[in-house]
């Protein structure tokens, strides 16, 4: 099975830019989230949905970052405009819902790099 | 306080050699408890879930301790591949929601 995919892997912009950053959940999960990772601050959680619908955004660091989920296989995490203090690595995770779970599979990651 | 905390380490022990990491939480109510992995440059994978009366897998053990609200792995006969960072994550509340801590580094030495 495919896990979690992730595009693009690497990603440079000049500050100012826009910049989208894509996942595809693993088939069938119903819970997909975005992480933010640096070294100062470790794994911070920015946005997570079920089936489609935001759940928690409070990790969503200002108005610049927005996150969408147009179907159950596809969402996005757009900066817009981007700031050389949002380079970092940025993570998609996805896990299926239910009583016997909560465990998250991980996506390679993003490594967003803004100059 | 952190909701969860690690020591960073490093952890520098020889190959074979036993080795533990602890992880602390602040909300008592939590509920989901986890260890992943982590390699240089790449995605958290998940290790091992936590539950209450301890689990094993192989020369992995995990531990809950509620009363002193920690969570602890044990690494047995250490190898060089399991040269990583650690890092716990702990659920709390009826949502997916999960705090992961900064992470354990360990680097096992030939």
């Known amino acids: 099975d495919a896990g979690v995919i992730q595009s693009p892997r690497h990603e440079v912009t000049e500050m100012g830019q826009e910049v989208t950053l894509r996942c595809k959940p693993i088939?069938?999960?119903?819970?997909l989230f975005w992480y933010r990772q640096t070294m100062m601050r470790g794994l911070e959680l920015l946005i997570y949905f079920n089936n489609n619908v935001p759940i928690d955004d409070s990790g969503m660091p200002e108005d610049r970052f927005s996150a969408k989920m147009p179907n159950a296989s596809f969402s996005t995490l757009k900066i817009q405009p981007s700031e050389p203090r949002d380079s970092a690595v940025y993570f998609c995770a996805s896990s299926l819902g239910g009583l016997a779970n909560y465990e998250q599979y991980f996506g390679p990651g993003t490594r967003l790099t803004v100059t | 306080r952190k909701e969860v905390e690690q020591d960073p380490g490093p952890f520098n022990v020889p190959e074979g050699a036993t080795v533990a990491f602890n992880c602390t939480y602040s909300n008592s109510a939590s509920q989901s408890f986890f260890w992943y992995r982590q390699d240089c440059r790449k995605e958290p994978k998940l290790l091992m879930s936590v539950y209450s009366s301890g689990n094993e897998d192989g020369r992995f053990t995990a531990q809950l301790n509620r009363a002193s609200q920690y969570i602890s792995l044990l690494i047995r006969d250490s190898k060089l591949s399991d040269s990583a960072t650690y890092l716990c994550?702990?659920?709390?509340?009826?949502?997916?929601?999960?705090?992961f801590g900064t992470g354990t580094k360990l680097q096992v030495i030939p």
């Open positions: 994550a702990v659920r709390s509340g009826g949502y997916q929601k999960v705090t």
């Open positions: 088939s069938g999960h119903d819970y």
